[in-house]
């Protein structure tokens, strides 16, 4: 397994997020298309997000990032959208209609990924447990939470 790091923190936070465009409109091919992996993908470079997988489809988007822990995954996707469609707009101002300059649709999908099971987090936890007594080695310690 490769965890990523941060001060104090080994972390592997990875998430599968959908989104759509407004009113499902198949804008996204050709040239928009080449230009919104693009954009996204410098848009997650400057929030340090590692994308696993995409792909921009006609009429929705697809990624699989692994965002840091100390970055919500909500705010994220809110920047992403809000910005991307910015800079879309910037380069193809003919998807914007007379009345609404709106790229993406409200909502959003998004689910965990997870690779690790339940017995690999409980044979992590007692390891700690072991590490902590070793440590603690003379002291009183606390004990396991859980027998």
């Not at 339940?118 to 606390?142: F, L």
């Amino acid at each position: 397994m490769d965890y990523d790091s941060l001060s104090h923190i080994r972390w592997k936070c990875e998430y599968h997020i959908v989104w759509i465009p407004k009113y499902r409109r198949k804008a996204l091919y050709g040239k928009v298309r080449t230009d919104v992996r693009e954009i996204l993908r410098t848009l997650c470079k400057y929030k340090n997000v590692e994308i696993v997988a995409g792909n921009v489809m006609p009429d929705h988007i697809h990624m699989v990032v692994a965002i840091p822990p100390k970055l919500s995954v909500s705010d994220f996707v809110g920047y992403l959208k809000g910005k991307s469609a910015l800079q879309i707009f910037d380069k193809h101002p003919e998807l914007t209609t007379r009345y609404d300059r709106t790229m993406w649709a409200r909502g959003y999908f998004v689910s965990t990924i997870a690779d690790v099971d339940e017995k690999a987090i409980i044979k992590y936890v007692e390891e700690q447990y072991k590490e902590s007594k070793k440590e603690d080695s003379g002291k009183k310690s606390p004990g396991a939470l859980v027998t």
